[in-house]
Nanobody, 127 residues
């Protein structure tokens, strides 16, 4: 069974930075997508950033491009989300997710079939 443990959320002022971490364990396989999605109060979940395990290709949603960067440390089975220039609209619960890599279906797209979910970590950005 795959387990994802996400941490690193917190309260930060607008313009500040946070780094989220997600430690993965279990039989994930070799060709998969891993990333972050978020859900703000009263809003639908949206993809934030994700990467393809085999190629290292990364994908980011337009609202976070240039501000948030996903990376991974394969030796630690950990994926990170470096968040800079945070805005109040970034306030949300952030979930680490893993799913099968699907050719011609970007993992950042709405409705991507994520299979495994972490417990979520709250990011609050004050104005």
């Amino acid at each position: 069974e795959v387990q994802l443990q996400a941490f690193g959320g917190g309260l930060v002022q607008a313009g500040g930075s946070l780094r989220l971490s997600c430690a993965a364990s279990g039989a994930i396989g070799e060709d998969f997508a891993i990333g972050w999605i978020r859900q703000a109060p009263g809003k639908e979940r949206e993809g934030v950033s994700c990467l393809h395990s085999s190629t290292g290709s990364t994908y980011s949603a337009d609202p976070v491009k240039g501000r948030m960067t996903i990376s991974s440390d394969n030796t630690k089975n950990t994926v990170y989300l470096q968040m800079d220039g945070l805005k109040p609209e970034d306030t949300a619960v952030y979930f680490c997710v893993v799913g099968p890599w699907i050719m011609y279906y970007d993992c950042i797209e709405y409705g991507f079939p994520w299979v495994y979910w972490g417990q979520g970590t709250l990011v609050t950005v004050s104005s």
